[in-house]
């Protein structure tokens, strides 16, 4: 009998999804009477260990669970609030399953935003009274918010610090003396609508092929992923703002476009400022608390038409997606490495097909994964070719190191010294390219030989000489740099060993003197703010030479740097792993991409010692299409990703030993069928992080095995171990 026949005092179980682990997070709960107001995916407020959760109504279900119905416990109600859409509902579904993750950890990620489901408070705004009396002289500060707030309407003390950047003192001052009055509002969502046809720009020919593909494809509202392949500044995001502005013209649809690392993208931000007249809703993990619940109500409601955000924005409640961008779609960063381990590249495609809309990937440097895709037609391929305007792609030489070394305890080739001072006397800018953070990755004692490791990871620490600090790039550990060895005793013993970027700045600027140098990495690119700061500071030439790590690689434009160094092209090929090569050529592509993008044409020097390393030579002829051919082939003969599928089992706890034994347990267990072959159990290459010791094993099977079914029954029928801890890692990209 089903539930919803049963009447008289009609008690039906409910299934609900909650974000714990317990149960993957769907548990039984019965509700009484408000039957009638029970749809899938409404949000409802239950009892769970003594607290209150909300989760949604998953299922109404017809089972029966084991325990007694009177210790089934009741809904509290049922919130008033538009239910989950059925399409969230089935992604949610579909990633939990695709990543062998529980339901509510998913979940999770779709509402992780403190507070939402507490009621919206009042907050103060003030307005322009209008009362100036004359001769009221101002501060400038003062004058900056009666500017803003003599066209503007209510305006919350957050939004006046943010467009006029002055203190709250500033605005309680205008109070205080009656120029600003105030009142209590609803916080409202942020939602401005685009407008259109504001600034259209002339596109190329090839931009306008490959925009009306898109364009055609957003009003068709059809389901189809697409690959725009251009190279770098061939302007691929000006191609996509047109299937943008075509998905905004029908009334209350979204567009959500995901770029790697949204810290990075105050000149995305602007340049979409210029073509749409607003600003997009911005959704990264550093957003304040209050503006990601308004963000999150406003993609809920469908008021956010355009959402650009960090991969977890795929999580986000889309009322009406109608279009879907994966900018730099190459960036491994789109992998996410904790808690639910999905790429969210792969997971938009899955989005867009249950929103039936179009999707783009772009990038210079397609993933082989993508370009597969491309090649066997389940993806349309748009090409850029040529640069925009009369810009043209770098020269790219190879330094050949053993042939022009830099003098001893240098990193800079004579060569490459006197091609930056060239371009610093012609008033151009360089930027200089070294994936390591801090002074130098190992500092040893010359007496005794001690090196200075993390405690709690198999990692050595690095020292930070700005900071006079050693850190620990794995667990975030950082110490005060000693001044004598804690080994032995001696002072001025201990040395640096190899290159960071601050050992680079001083000789950069031993070398260069009068240049305005500036370093570029996670440590000094402390906030959006911070980072926007450098690149205007960039742009307007205020700085000479840049130095910086993998963040100078994501899609900035500066039109007047002509010169790229890259001071060890081989640092991403030593020790590889499957994708060593081709994430070696993505990076630096994408760094000597930032070269000659405007008037001036660019040259980029790649300090080697293998220039015959095929990933240097195609850099050199600038022909990845060859690099990429060969190393598809080898993936292909291999079965290796795409062409074969890999799950990473990472085994983790406290202590070595029976993690150590979790492996043998597990090993004995391993599938045997459909299998092509099982790595490991072996220590994982970071044996430690934060304490934690770390085991590693891979299965490799066929393209068409099920191994999703396969690792489940695995783990299943293997007999655990209290305290060690079994992460699974589908498609894994990171091997350590
Ligand atoms: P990509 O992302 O392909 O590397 P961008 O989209 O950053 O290239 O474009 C490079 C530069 O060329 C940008 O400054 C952009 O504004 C400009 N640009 C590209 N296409 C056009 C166009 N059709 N009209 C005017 N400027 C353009
Ligand atoms: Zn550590």
Same mark, same amino acid.
């Given at each position: ?40 995916? *409404? ?5 769970f260990?003594?607290?209150?959760? %909300? ?8 089972? #029966? ?7 089934? =416990? ?24 695709? #990543? ?8 999770k990620?779709?509402?992780? %935003? ?18 100036q ?49 105030s009142?209590?509002?609803?916080t409202?969502?942020?939602?401005a ?18 925009a009306? *593909? ?35 013209? #029908? ?12 810290a990075l993208?105050?000149?995305w ?14 959704? $990264? ?5 209050? =503006? ?5 109500q ?7 038409? +355009?959402? +650009? ?9 889309? $009322?009406?997606?109608?279009f879907? %961008?994966?900018?730099?779609? $190459? ?18 495609? !899955?989005?867009? =097909? ?7 990937l ?9 370009r ?19 810009? %043209? ?19 800079i080739?004579?060569?490459? !010294? ?68 804690p080994e ?12 960071? +970027?601050?050992?680079?700045?001083e ?24 980072? *926007? ?53 993505q ?28 990933v ?8 990845g ?16 990703p ?16 029976? +993690? ?33 010791y ?43």
């Amino acid at each position: 009998m089903s539930p919803r026949n049963q009447n008289n005092n009609q008690i039906n179980l409910v299934t609900v999804l909650l974000p714990v682990p317990l149960n993957g997070g769907l548990l039984t709960y019965k509700i009484i009477d408000q039957i009638d107001d029970c749809v899938r995916g *409404a949000f409802v407020e239950v009892p769970f260990a003594r607290r209150k959760l %909300v989760g949604i109504l998953w299922d109404i279900t017809d089972v #029966t669970p084991d325990v007694s119905p009177d210790k089934i =416990k009741q809904v509290l109600s049922i919130l008033d609030r538009p239910p989950m859409t059925d399409e969230l509902m089935r992604f949610i579904d579909w990633v939990a399953t695709y #990543t062998l993750s529980p339901l509510g950890a998913v979940f999770k990620m779709c509402i992780s %935003v403190p507070g939402l489901f507490e009621d919206t408070q009042k907050q103060k705004a003030y307005f322009y009274t209008g009362t100036q009396s004359k001769g009221t002289r101002l501060t400038s500060a003062r004058q900056k918010v009666l500017d803003l707030m003599q066209d503007q309407k209510l305006q919350t003390i957050a939004e006046i610090k943010e467009k006029t950047g002055v203190s709250d003192s500033v605005i309680k001052g205008l109070e205080a003396i009656g120029i600003l009055g105030s009142q209590y509002v609803d916080t409202k969502p942020d939602s401005a609508v685009p407008v259109l046809g504001d600034v259209e720009p002339e596109l190329s020919e090839e931009q306008t092929v490959a925009a009306s *593909a898109l364009v055609y494809a957003v009003a068709s509202s059809v389901f189809k992923p697409f690959l725009l392949d251009g190279v770098t500044g061939a302007g691929k995001t000006e191609v996509y703002f047109e299937a943008i502005a075509e998905a905004l013209k #029908t009334e209350g649809t979204q567009v959500l476009v995901l770029v790697p690392e949204i810290a990075l993208t105050s000149q995305w931000l602007g340049r979409f400022k210029t073509r749409f007249g607003v600003d997009p809703v911005v959704w $990264h993990s550093d957003i304040a608390q209050g =503006k990601r619940k308004r963000a999150w109500q406003a993609i809920a409601s469908g008021d956010a038409r +355009v959402v +650009v955000g960090a991969r977890s924005a795929l999580f986000l409640p889309y $009322h009406n997606l109608s279009f879907i %961008v994966v900018d730099e779609e $190459h960036d491994q960063s789109f992998k996410q490495e904790e808690g639910v381990m999905y790429h969210a590249r792969d997971m938009a495609i !899955v989005r867009a =097909k249950f929103s039936n809309c179009p999707i783009v990937l772009a990038s210079a440097t397609p993933s082989l994964e993508t370009r597969v895709n491309a090649d066997n037609g389940r993806f349309e391929t748009l090409k850029l070719r040529e640069r925009f305007g009369t810009a %043209v792609l770098p020269e790219v030489k190879a330094v050949d190191m053993r042939i022009d070394p830099p003098a001893p305890g240098k990193w800079i080739s004579p060569d490459l !010294v006197k091609e930056i001072k060239d371009r610093i006397r012609n008033n151009e800018q360089v930027m200089l390219f070294l994936n390591r953070r801090g002074y130098a990755p190992l500092t040893l004692c010359r007496t005794c030989g001690h090196r200075f490791g993390c405690d709690e990871c198999s990692s050595w620490l690095v020292e930070h000489r700005f900071r006079r600090e050693l850190h620990c790039h794995h667990c975030g550990h950082i110490e005060p740099m000693p001044d004598k060895c804690p080994e032995c005793g001696n002072a001025d013993t201990l040395a640096p060993c190899g290159p960071g +970027v601050e050992r680079l700045f001083e000789e950069v600027a031993g070398e260069f003197p009068d240049a305005r140098i500036t370093v570029m990495t996670s440590d000094t690119m402390t906030s959006p703010k911070a980072t *926007a700061h450098m690149v205007e500071q960039i742009e307007k030439g205020m700085l000479d030479i840049v130095i910086g790590t993998q963040i100078l690689t994501k899609g900035y434009h500066f039109p007047n740097l002509t010169l790229v160094g890259v001071i060890d092209a081989d640092l991403g090929l030593r020790g590889g792993d499957l994708r060593a090569a081709e994430r070696t050529y993505q990076q630096l592509m994408q760094v000597a991409g930032r070269a000659g993008r405007a008037e001036k044409p660019g040259t980029v020097y790649l300090q080697t010692y293998e220039p015959e390393h095929p990933v240097v030579d195609a850099l050199v002829k600038t022909d990845g299409d060859s690099l990429m051919a060969m190393e598809q082939e080898m993936r292909e003969r291999f079965q290796m990703p795409p062409f074969g599928r890999l799950v990473a089992l990472i085994l983790m706890g406290p202590e070595l030993k029976p +993690v150590a034994e979790m492996g043998r347990r597990l090993a004995q267990t391993a599938p045997r069928e459909h299998v092509l072959n099982i790595l490991g159990p072996a220590p994982a290459p970071l044996t430690r992080i934060r304490g934690q010791y770390r085991y590693r094993m891979l299965l490799h099977a066929g393209k068409s095995t099920k191994v999703q079914k396969m690792v489940f029954d695995w783990i299943e029928r293997t007999e655990k171990i209290k305290g060690v801890r079994i992460k699974v890692d589908v498609d894994p990209y990171n091997f350590l």
